[in-house]
Each structure stands twice: as C-alpha cells, then as structure tokens.
C-alpha cells in the first residue's frame, strides 16, 4: 500500500502544490505595509533639490544614475504583489500628470506606516480606511481654497516659466531658471491656438561638449547625422520623405544573365542607370530639391541627385520620419515615385551644422509653421544630460498640465503643512474612531516637508515646528528654505509654486492604493511556471565525446 500523507486541514488543501498563501493581520497586512514603506524609504532621498541619486543597472546592463521616480520604479524589477500597487500608482500619476511620482510613493509610505501603528493600537482596518477615506475627501475638499494664484494664458511666457520652475529644481538644481525659459519658448513655438498641447511636439537633442547654459531652441528637427550626397544647404526647401531605399527597383528572385559581346556588357546597364535618371529627373522637375529616405541610398541614384543639386538624407528610425513628416507637412512614399503636391513637405531651410564636434543636420522652419521644436541640450557627461533630458521631460508635462488647469499652490511643503492642520482640526470634530486614523492622516503630510528638510541636512522637528508656528499665524505661504538660515520662507515670493492638479492626483492616487492594500487579508502566491534555468553553456572542447 502506497504511503500517504494527508495534507494540513484548511484552506491550504485547495491549492496546487507549491502554493504560497499569507492570512490575517500579522501575516498578509503588516507584511505588505513593510514591504511599501521599505519602498517609499528607499525613494525618500530622492526627493527634493538637495534628493540623492540613485545608481541602477538593469537587465540589459544599462546604466542610469537618476533622481527621478519614475525612471526608477520603471528599472526595478519589482517582485512584492503589495509593492508592484504603489508602483502601479506612481505609473497612473506619470501618465495623469508627467510629474509627482516621488510624491505618490513618499505619502502612501507614510499613509501604511501610520496605519500599521493604529492597527497594533488595537483599530481594525476596516475603521482605518473609513478614517483615510473621509480624510482624503476633505483634503481634496481643501485644496482649491489654498489657491495662490492663477495662470490664465500659458502662451506668456513669463506666466509659463511660474508653473515650470519648481518641477525642474529636484533634477536641475540651480540651472532651474535657465532651462523653465528654455521649454516655456519651446512649448510655446508649437502651442496650437485652440486644441490640446501635445508633449511629443518638444522633442530634445543631446550633444556632448560645453555646459548646460550653452543648450539652445531650433524651430524644427534636429538630427546627428551628416548627409549623404554633396549638397549641405537648401532654403525654402520643397522634401519628398520615402519609407523604401532611394536606389534601383530590385525583385526578389536571382536571373542570370548571357553576354555575347563586349558591346553587350558595356550596355547591360545603361538601361537601368537611364531609367533610374529619368525618375530622379521627374522627381526634380515636381519641385523637390531635399530627399529623405528611410532605407539606403544607392551609389547611382547619389549621382544623380548630386547632378540635379538635391540634398539626400537618411534616416534609419521610423520614428524619426514620422516626426519629420509632421514637421515639413509631407506624406511618408512606400516606393520611389514622384511626390504630388499634397504628398510634398515645406521647409524654410535644410542645412548642415556642427554644434561642438558633432555634425547635425537641421530642419528649421519659421515661426508660423513650426510644429515640431527640438531643445538641444549641451553637457559635460551622458548622465548629465540625461538628467536635464528628463527635467525638461517633467517640464513639458507641467506645461501641458498647465494649460488645462492653470491653479497654483505653495510649494516646498507649505501646501502641505497647511493641509496637516486643517485636517488635525477637522479630526477633532469627529466622535468616533475614525479620529485617530484622520490625524495619522495629517501626520503622513508631514512626511513630505520632513523629507525635504532631512535631505537639505537640516533639522526636520526643528523646521516643522517653526513651520506650524507661521501657518497657525495664518501665513499659508511659509514652506521649507533649505538654503537661508531661517529654514523658512514665504515660497509665493520666492516662485516656489506647485501645481494644483499635480497634488490634487497625487494625493488621490496615495490614498486610493493605502486604502487598497489595508483591504487586503490574504495573499495567494502560485509556484512560477517553468523548470530551473538551463546551464549557460563554457568553453566545449570538440575532441570530448
């Protein structure tokens, strides 16, 4: 008789073999709050204009040394089924709004943290989560009240440069100025008069050498590349964009071919070369003085367009047509044919340039028309530069969000603290035990000025307590300095301002997955499907059997 051994009694016989399952308070909540507050602990230096970098080699053993949230939760490979929530949040607040994800992850840690203190007070979660819900209601009921002032037209830039500025200063502190200009320009050059602004219209270059002050706007495309043929300058360029190779048409199968004579091989090609002359004269005589190809250009067909004074350029990403075809108005050709006038782009001049030591060729159109502009950025370092890349990245995000809702609020944690006292008094107000999770609600806002002053080297209890001290005179403006020797300052006048709808996502989007996760009290973990991982194969000796 086979032996068997029963399996333990419970919900665990249901499963498959190999399955994990975590139940109950102790096991499945307080395991997944310290696995989210590990997560927002890590991210918490981050944060701020004095926030630490983080160094991350991924998969493919690229490197990235980066500040920012979002590249960092994209790069993680994160496991935690309670985890990869927050991290799901961040990704919501980065496709809602382009900027915040720190925010999102720092609140909801501290949210969890502060649940799970009330939980080992005796509270039950579902008391807890009534508390923050109520508290995330009236917090956002708030908000629009600690409105400081509105952008109405963020086709000024001065007006632009007010909601830019503070999303730049975690990732290019001091240079914030500098560069809130720079993409106010470049937003608004392609800024459509009545719909909505889209951020794939900024496109931005990165060129190695000076630094970030030498960065400049072109209206139009820039690409690193040199042309292919001779000729290096076009004004008011007409361009025909081909997707295929610009050479001879090719089939697929193989021919051979009988010669008899010499006369004979010494024409066997001309009649391919005639015709391929008379397409590229068709071609010029429609207009066209600037040819963009996705595929190679041959040897011939170069002649040619050397010939007739075009200008060939290619261009191996799709992407780039694309974009390139947006910026002239052209119609992108599957074959080499002669372009119509609906088909043929504009452009007021195509040319060759060399920024630095690098040869670039520009698409530069008038004001009027330009619907693409590029920021080339200038930098000493890759990692510098891909830093401002992702600054300026937050920065037309802040735009877009700004010429749908224009509200801004005071920054560097005023918004913040101001919010943490209206809500300690509203907590008050409430009879049962909702009130202790409501405070820790206030208490978790706090989190985010502490952050800022603990990464500025400062004294967090010390900032905070001045900080509640101006807002409980009614100064709502009063938020962190990390440079001055008061630790505090009115941010309105110093043009430290958030932007509303950026907090108003954030703090729904923190308190939508802490709610979550307290909801949850029992994980199931199935076994990952496959076998182990087969053996990378060494040095085979071919004389082994």
Wanted: charged share 25%.
């Amino acid at each position: 008789m086979a032996l068997h051994v029963p399996r333990a009694p419970g919900i665990s016989q249901m499963f498959q073999e190999g399955t994990k399952y975590f139940q109950g308070v102790e096991e499945a909540i307080c395991r997944n709050i310290e696995a989210c507050v590990q997560l927002a602990d890590t991210l918490k230096t981050t944060y701020g204009p004095y926030g630490m970098n983080k160094l991350i080699i991924n998969h493919l053993e690229k490197m990235f040394v980066t500040s920012d949230a979002a590249v960092i939760m994209n790069e993680l490979e994160i496991q935690h089924p309670a985890a990869k929530l927050v991290v799901h949040a961040s990704d919501m607040q980065e496709r809602e709004v382009g900027d915040g994800t720190s925010l999102v992850i720092i609140l909801t840690g501290a949210l969890l943290k502060n649940a799970e203190e009330l939980l080992r007070m005796g509270l039950a979660p579902s008391e807890i989560i009534k508390g923050y819900e109520l508290a995330a209601d009236k917090t956002l009921e708030i908000l629009p009240n600690l409105m400081c002032t509105e952008v109405k037209d963020c086709s000024n830039e001065d007006d632009a440069v007010k909601g830019i500025r503070a999303s730049l200063m975690s990732k290019a502190y001091g240079n914030e100025d500098f560069l809130a200009r720079l993409i106010a320009k470049a937003c608004i050059l392609v800024k459509p008069p009545k719909s909505d602004f889209n951020v794939d219209n900024v496109r931005v270059t990165k060129i190695l050498g000076c630094g970030i002050d030498s960065s400049t706007i072109v209206e139009g495309m820039v690409f690193k590349r040199l042309v292919e043929g001779d000729i290096q300058k076009i004004t008011d360029a007409k361009v025909a964009v081909y997707t295929c190779p610009f050479d001879f048409a090719q089939t697929e199968t193989k021919g051979t071919v009988l010669i008899k004579s010499a006369n004979e091989l010494l024409n066997y090609s001309r009649g391919e070369e005639q015709l391929l002359e008379q397409q590229v004269k068709e071609i010029v005589d429609a207009g066209i003085n600037v040819v963009v190809s996705g595929g190679k250009f041959g040897d011939m067909a170069l002649h040619y367009l050397n010939k007739y004074k075009v200008m060939a350029v290619r261009l191996p990403s799709k992407f780039d047509v694309r974009r390139l075809c947006k910026t002239v108005g052209a119609i992108a050709l599957p074959k080499m044919v002669t372009p119509t006038k609906e088909e043929t782009g504009f452009c007021n001049q195509v040319y060759v340039a060399e920024i630095g030591d690098t040869s670039v060729v520009i698409f530069k159109q008038d004001n009027k028309q330009s619907r693409i502009s590029t920021i080339v950025i200038r930098g000493s370092t890759e990692s510098l530069m891909d830093e401002v890349s992702r600054a300026i990245d937050d920065g037309v995000n802040n735009f877009k969000a700004l010429s749908q809702d224009g509200k801004l609020v005071p920054g560097a944690g005023a918004t913040e603290i101001e919010l943490a006292k209206q809500i300690t008094k509203y907590g008050e107000t409430l009879p049962g035990l909702e009130q202790y999770s409501v405070k820790k609600f206030a208490e978790a806002l706090e989190s985010l000025p502490k952050a800022l002053a603990d990464n500025a080297g400062l004294k967090s209890n010390e900032v905070i307590s001045k900080l509640y001290a101006a807002h409980q005179e009614g100064n709502r403006s009063i938020g962190v300095d990390v440079e001055g020797e008061q630790h505090v300052v009115n941010v309105e006048e110093a043009g430290i301002l958030d932007l509303y709808i950026t907090k108003h996502w954030a703090i729904k989007n923190a308190a939508n997955v802490a709610t979550t996760i307290l909801k949850v009290d029992l994980i199931i973990m199935s076994k990952p499907a496959g076998g182990p991982k087969a053996r990378e194969a060494g040095n085979v000796d071919p004389d082994d059997d």
